[in-house]
């Protein structure tokens, strides 16, 4: 019996292919990543002690490294356990819960009508690059030659040329001997109801195939060569090979670079997967040498699109314009995602500047604006958070309230109770910050009353002695002791300072480490203030910045007290990388050893607050539960004070090497 590919393509995007393999072979457990899909084992098909078989649910896939059998589902069942084609298919429509197809004569001649149109399809594409490099396709070479395309481009995305006649493609197959039906099946002519005679579909426009996964032209793009045409850009119309809102264009293509870049790497997963606007965008791409990108077929993107992507790497880039409408559709393709999103599996997002697309930005400079669009992609979460919270005002208990349960509301649609578990805490974790900042400012503050009593910090609980400053940052002993924060219960955190210093001594810091640096959000509101300062000083001046500029527009904007303070805090402590004599590559390695540090005790105290929330809400009659949230309350509890003793650790950053720029550090 001949099965569909559809049909074969179905049972094996349900049923993972370890699910197969695994009742055979036993996952070796050093080497498998499960929620990566990736599986590693002692071969099953030669004796082998060290694993070297490797299975991929992503790629459906098998192959071993000691003897080179590979495969598929089929395969693996048909070689190992004897099984012909038709049993093998069973056996794993059975497992998917897919009932098999019954001997249909009707579905044999449709896949057979397939694998014709195919044929068809192939022929007008041929036509239509012969037309591109006939003298009928003058004007069309000359507009993609000022559009910056090679050759060796146009043949490599098999480009061509529909000329401006009503007839020319559907008298051309019919000479080829192409039946009438067939020619209308491929969408290639315009016929039905109110149209005596059938014309072509394409006049006078560029044509860009579109390819199946199988890499089997299914369709057309056409960009119109006339200004005034009614439409820019129109694809086949919906036919048996073609379904727009199940293809991407250069999808293929893609897949396989995404595959190439991961085996380069190292890594048990592929390389990216970007998502731009067009085709003109994927090919200006490919020609500086970025092969992994893919285009929705000029509409929005489809839920069937962005599971095609996550086929083919687990966190895909979405690229959108900066301007209004590449930013609403990128909030759309976050809401369409944030349903689907699992352990491993999200979407980035990255914004072009306002009014270039990626054929602008590669077209003078190459790839190198564009990998740093790409490098400033951002999580899914910090999309959502943006588009609720910035420029808006949360200034009342109200808007608070309105801002908290509206996200509740956003995160609520995702189908992984992991997942939106951790979404929720992640979106706590950014009220809380955000509301603390409004307290600073004059807004709305809980717990302040006006009997002239003790301030409160954040949670509500009394500030007791010179061990908290405002927001419940904590210090230790050791520095509430200290010349600087004796008497000074308002100036940053000591790691706060090294942080902000650092990148005002050494600005390309902030230029080169951006995704790091630029996210820190500070507790003290000063600091606040004077690091959004900071980052726009160093961001306008780019490459140019240096600590002597960045110093002195500090000073004129009104800082130049609390830099000061900062500078003392900084050399009392004799923390020589955070100031300007130090050498770059040590300053470096000293911030991120101060901002892993002061991340992490971040992270500690939300977990910490997240547990005692559990705790509160867990009902008496689960005591195992309970035990188990009490251990953990006391394991971050133990490592935050154990951080908050490692205070002291910065000390030794000061003598780290002795690489100074210029003349050694005074400790006056």
Known sequence: ????????????????????????????????????????????????KSPSFHCEDRKGRYHCFGCGVSGDHFRFMTELEGLNFPEAVQQVADMAGISMPAPDPQAQKREQQRTSLQDVMEMATLFFQEQLHAPIGAKARAYLRDRGLTAKTIETFRLGFAADSRNALKEHLANKGVPKDQIEACGLVRHGEGISVSYDYFRDRIMFPILSVREKVIAFGGRAMAPDAPAKYMNS???????????????????QSAQMAGRQAGRGEPGDVIAVEGYMDVIALHQVGVENA??????????SQLELMWRMTPQPILCFDGDG???????????????????????RFAMLPDGKDPDDLVKQDGRAPFDRVLADAKPLATMIWQRESVGATFDTPE??????????????????????????????????????????????????????????????????????????????????????????????????????????NHPLLLLDQYDDVSTVEFENRDLQRFWACVLAIITKAGTRATPAHVREQLEENGFADLLKSMT??????????????????????????????????????????????EIAETPGDEPERGDALLRALSEVHNEILRLENQE?????????????????????
């Open 648 to 668: 002291a650790i910065i000390d030794g950053f000061g003598v780290m090497s002795g690489r100074i720029k210029g003349a050694a550090v005074g400790h006056g």
């Open 294 to 303: 893919v285009a929705p077929l000029g509409t929005a993107l489809t839920e």
């Open 568 to 613: 003392v805090q900084v050399r009392n402590a004799r923390l020589w990388t955070a100031t300007e004599e130090a050498d770059m590559q040590d300053a470096l390695q000293a911030y991120m050893q101060t901002l892993a540090l002061y991340l992490r005790n971040k992270e500690l105290r939300w977990q910490k607050i997240e547990l005692e929330r």
């Open 237 to 255: 119309p919906e036919t048996e090979l073609f379904h727009k809102g199940n293809v991407l264009y250069n999808q293929a293509r893609a897949r």
């Open 1 to 48: 019996m001949r099965f569909s590919d559809t049909f074969l393509d179905e049972i094996r995007d349900r049923v993972p292919i370890s699910s197969v393999i695994g009742r055979r072979v036993t996952w070796d457990r050093k080497k498998t990543n499960v929620s990566r899909g990736d599986y590693w084992a002692c071969c099953p098909f030669h004796g082998e």
């Open 325 to 347: 409408a590449g930013i609403r559709a990128a909030n759309r393709a976050a809401d369409l995602a944030l349903p689907h999103i699992k352990p491993g599996r999200s979407v």
């Open 399 to 504: 808007r608070r309230a309105e801002l908290e349960a509206k996200l509740k509301q956003i995160v609520s649609v995702i189908a992984d109770e992991n997942v939106r578990r951790y979404y929720q805490q992640h979106m706590r974790e950014q009220l809380n910050a955000l509301f603390r900042g409004s307290e600073r400012r004059g807004g709305f503050e809980p717990g302040r009353g006006g009997n002239g009593g003790g301030r409160q910090n954040f949670r509500g609980g009394q500030q007791q002695g010179r061990g908290e400053f405002r927001g419940s940052m904590a210090v230790s002993d050791r520095l509430a002791k200290s010349g600087m924060v004796r008497g000074h219960l308002e100036l940053p955190a000591l790691r706060e300072v090294v942080l902000a210093l650092t990148v005002v």
